[in-house]
């Protein structure tokens, strides 16, 4: 997670906040969440907008959203986690007589949650020769899916390949997103066991997963 920005947005429900009303709510209640974590306030119509077009970049890193409303006393700061992210996915090797939303919302279930501000439509299946798309929330700290097996039929499967759209870092090594093979823990801490215990790391490889997924290859 170094180096990654976290932005807190807040959120305004409905209507009620008129927007002469909007900077004396933002002075007053933005809360003090916590240390790094920069709120700001926005208008309603921009939620929508905000939510369909993550992932949000800064250059290579990603920034993560959550919504707060700060009318609800019940949350803590730590309710907030920024711990799912939301990314568009392509699958590529998908042959066109086999492409169906049935078949996108599995794949998108075998990375992730299906987003709930992206429904699937067909234009995700054939506006493009090449892939099939859609968006899922991917929960941080898991692994990302590099391939995926599919049976088409009974006569037929297929390994489709999955890239992740705008996503800056995704460590090779583990799958996990945000770092590269470089700064990743597992497996530096995979080096200093066998060096503690006088085992050669030369066959620790740099790569496990394919380098299709995104578009740096996971090196600096
Ligand atoms: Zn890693």
Redesign the pocket.
């Known amino acids: 997670m170094e180096g990654n920005q976290l932005a807190a947005i807040q959120e305004e429900e409905g209507g009620e906040r008129g927007a002469g009303q909007t900077e004396e709510y933002q002075e007053a209640k933005v809360p003090d969440l916590a240390l790094n974590l920069q709120v700001m306030s926005i208008s309603a119509p921009r939620v929508h907008n905000l939510r369909a077009t993550q992932p949000w970049t800064m250059g290579s890193d990603n920034l993560l959203i959550e919504w707060i409303d700060p009318a609800d006393e019940s949350k803590t700061k730590d309710d907030y986690k920024f711990d799912h992210i939301y990314v568009s996915v392509r699958v590529y090797g998908v042959p066109k007589n086999h492409r169906s939303l049935q078949l996108l919302q599995q794949i998108l279930s075998t990375i992730g949650k299906p987003s709930e501000f992206h429904p699937l439509q067909e234009s995700m299946l054939f506006a493009r020769s090449d892939y099939i798309w859609g968006t899922t929330k991917i929960r941080i700290s898991d692994s990302i899916v590099d391939k995926i097996s599919l049976t088409l039929d009974e006569k037929n499967s297929k390994t489709v390949y999955l890239y992740y759209e705008k996503i800056g870092r995704i460590?090779l090594?583990?799958?996990?997103m945000f770092?590269t093979?470089q700064h990743?823990?597992?497996?530096n801490n995979i080096i200093m066991e066998r060096v503690r215990s006088g085992q050669t790391t030369e066959d620790i490889p740099f790569f496990r997963y394919g380098e299709w997924v995104m578009d740096s290859g996971g090196s600096e």
């Open positions: 460590c090594f583990c799958g996990v770092h093979v990743c823990q597992k497996r």
